[in-house]
């Protein structure tokens, strides 16, 4: 999504301020340049954090993801945005940011 990201994470114990932290700093210095983004603060200061215990809540949200681009106009279908794993969960078809499936 061009204002967001979406990513569903594994991550034990906890790790995650210390990642979101750290993933933010990395994309802030070195992406951010290279993008010609120039303001001085491009993330919002929280993240939401929902566990994923069940299968069922990942499907849910995966498919919420995954139609993120679609309800927004971006794309007619989930699997024609590049930056989505629709198409490789839809398609069969890798994307441009290798994922991992092996949820449960």
Not at 71 to 77: D, I, Y
Not at 82 to 96: F, H, M, N, T
Request: without cysteine.
């Amino acid at each position: 999504m061009p204002s967001h990201i979406h990513a569903l994470l594994v991550i034990e114990g906890n790790r995650l301020p210390n990642f979101m932290r750290d993933f933010k700093k990395f994309i802030s210095q070195k992406e951010a340049k290279g993008l010609g983004i120039t303001e001085p603060t491009i993330w919002q200061y929280r993240y939401d954090r929902v566990v994923i215990s069940t299968e069922n809540v990942l499907r849910i949200k995966l498919e919420y993801i995954h139609a993120n681009p679609v309800r927004s106009g971006l794309v007619g279908k989930a699997e024609d945005w590049q930056w989505s794993s629709a198409g490789d969960y839809l398609s069969g078809r890798p994307g441009v940011i290798p994922i991992w499936k092996d949820w449960f």
